[in-house]
């Protein structure tokens, strides 16, 4: 158990090191991809609604603190995203890579809205500035993002099993 909990905690400090060093070399367009919540979709596909929600609003709560963001509004999409996410936990419903996916860009979808959404509430945008961010930031942002998903997915099922022969 404790092995467990000091596995995700380095993977979630490690993708937030890349995050703020790597990840803004990456930008293709200015569209960057969002390993924190590819390691949250991971940690609440394995571990279920709980430890998501958890890790979702202690991760938001540290993102809050980092971002020049609304106080919160992190935490909440972060937490919200970690219930929608460990609503899909492998011991409860087998799904295959391409559900995955679809989860993985649905999740992306059910966060910004909620990140750009309290920002709509706060400062009285329009919904047509919502739909702008969505279509010109999150699709792209989360295909990338999938991309990156893929990337790991085929490591730790092809590449990493080999290495341990």
Not at 20 to 26: F, G, I, R
Not at 106 to 115: E, K, M, P, S, T
Request: aromatic fraction near 14%; proline fraction near 4%; charged fraction near 10%.
């Amino acid at each position: 158990m404790v092995e467990t909990v000091v596995k995700w905690f380095a993977a979630i400090v490690i993708c937030l090191v890349l995050q703020t060093t790597l990840v803004p070399l990456m930008s293709i367009f200015g569209i960057q991809p969002d390993l924190i919540i590819i390691v949250l979709a991971l940690l609440c596909l394995e571990y279920g609604m709980t430890a998501g929600i958890y890790t979702g609003f202690f991760l938001g709560l540290l993102l809050d603190t980092y971002s020049p963001s609304l106080l919160g509004q992190n935490a909440l999409a972060k937490t919200l995203l970690g219930f929608f996410f460990g609503i899909f936990n492998e011991r409860v419903m087998r799904t295959d890579p391409l559900i995955k996916i679809v989860i993985l860009v649905v999740g992306f979808l059910v966060h910004d809205l909620l990140f750009f959404g309290t920002q709509l509430f706060k400062y009285g945008d329009s919904f047509s500035h919502l739909f702008y961010e969505i279509l010109t930031r999150t699709l792209p942002r989360a295909v990338y993002s999938v991309i990156i998903a893929l990337l790991i997915a085929f490591w730790n099922t092809s590449i990493k099993p080999n290495l341990k022969r």
